[in-house]
């Protein structure tokens, strides 16, 4: 089942990368040229809350002759459990979308620096340290405190920071503002977007969302699973395509990738195949991808 987009775009795919407009360490036309030096040859552009980053990727994009989907990482939450959702190809100046992501981006400042005026009761840390790892407008996220953490010497890098000073269970951690994951899908799906859930199973107990809630987001738009992604375990992949088999859903595969010293992650380390992406290009409404 191949569509004329198929003809259109060539992989390897890699669909979920950061660059520094949010929490990655390197600039979009850095991403992007990183991606093509791994191989891959489309690629989406996923910053957390934001989508300003996509008009530098598009220029390496077309200079690289590779094919770019505009998408971003929606930050979400259900209970406890912070819940990511990949958007592609919606319309970026949908009213009801940018209002949301707003409140978001506002929130997560005032939450960095609770966090960081939690941090700075036991370690020297102060605000200015933060903001000296962020662009003007970029989403703040705990990866900027970070590296702030490693600047001033208290850690080695981001996964260390993340293992102790950052953890949620560490005293320090404080969460920030987050839709439902219904809204966010709703939002994405309105905006003529393909809303996609990022790393559904990853590691620790309960973490999964349940079946039944995956079944409601699925019958409000959602479009399918990033499943072929490091962080997702091996029984929560298989629960996941059994769904996504019944379901008739799109599967991705990603790196997630956020700069060469923000994560281990590389650029197509996971990719999804051509014919899962021509079918998120197909139903698509919001705004078309950038071809070479
Ligand atoms: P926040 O949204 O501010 O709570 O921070 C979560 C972000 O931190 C995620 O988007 C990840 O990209 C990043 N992150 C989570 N764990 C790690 C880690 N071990 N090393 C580097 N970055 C991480
Ligand atoms: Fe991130
Ligand atoms: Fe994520
Ligand atoms: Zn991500």
Wanted: charged share 25%; proline share 5%; no cysteine.
């Amino acid at each position: 089942m191949t569509s004329d987009a198929a003809f259109r775009f060539s992989g390897p795919s890699d669909l979920h990368l950061h660059s520094n407009h949010s929490d990655g360490t390197e600039s979009p036309a850095e991403v992007v040229r990183q991606a093509h030096a791994h191989g891959v040859r489309t690629f989406a552009l996923t910053d957390h809350d934001r989508t300003t980053g996509w008009g530098e990727a598009a220029a390496a994009a077309a200079a690289l002759r590779m094919t770019f989907l505009p998408g971003m990482e929606f930050s979400a939450k259900h209970e406890w459990r912070s819940v990511h959702v990949l958007g592609y190809l919606f319309d970026p100046t949908d009213p009801a979308l940018t209002a949301e992501t707003a409140r978001i981006r506002d929130d997560r400042v005032g939450r960095a620096e609770r966090i960081v005026r939690n941090i700075s009761r036991d370690y020297e840390l102060v605000w200015e340290d933060v903001l000296a790892h962020t662009t003007a407008d970029a989403t703040v996220g705990r990866p900027h405190i970070a590296d702030a953490l490693i600047t001033r010497g208290f850690v080695r890098d981001r996964t260390e920071a993340f293992e102790s000073i950052l953890h949620p269970r560490s005293g320090y951690y404080e969460p920030h503002y987050a839709p439902d994951p219904l809204t966010a899908v709703r939002l994405i799906t309105r905006a003529g977007g393909v809303a996609i859930i990022a790393h559904p199973a990853t590691a620790g107990r309960d973490r999964m969302l349940p079946v039944s809630y995956l079944e409601r987001l699925i019958a409000e738009g959602l479009a399918g699973f990033e499943i072929d992604h490091r962080e997702n375990t091996a029984a929560g992949k298989r629960t996941l395509r059994d769904l996504a088999v019944r379901h008739d859903l799109i599967v991705t595969g990603s790196s997630d990738y956020h700069g060469l010293t923000g994560k281990p992650n590389r650029p197509g380390e996971n990719t999804t195949t051509d014919e899962m992406v021509s079918r998120l290009i197909d139903r698509a409404t919001g705004i078309a991808p950038q071809y070479p």
